[in-house]
């Protein structure tokens, strides 16, 4: 993802976007079986609404968001924050579970 902003193509945009896509619907389903599997079976619904709420939260003001960005500090910016957000989850997580 951090690497969009130095694309020089609509074609490896449209490439990106394939692989981007392929590997999040092989992920989904990943993350909604790991997220069941760690809440005892009354809490199921509550938490699988959550991971859909959460989602929808972020279809719906990501784009808002990323425009705005976009706007006041140009076209690569919005890639950017968005790869070190991803990678400060990224480290957050490393951290979460080698203490699990």
Known sequence: MFLMPLIPMASFLLLTQLLFVLGNS??????QALASENVPK????????????????GRIFG???????????????PFFLAAGVL?????????KL???
């Open 63 to 77: 784009p808002i968001i990323g425009g705005e960005i976009f706007f006041h500090y140009g076209k690569d910016m």
């Open 26 to 31: 092989m992920a989904n389903p990943s993350i």
């Open 87 to 95: 990678f400060g989850v990224f480290i957050y997580l490393q951290g």
């Open 42 to 57: 009354e809490e199921y619904g509550g938490t699988l609404g959550i991971l859909q709420s959460a989602g929808s939260l």
């Open 98 to 100: 080698k203490g699990a």
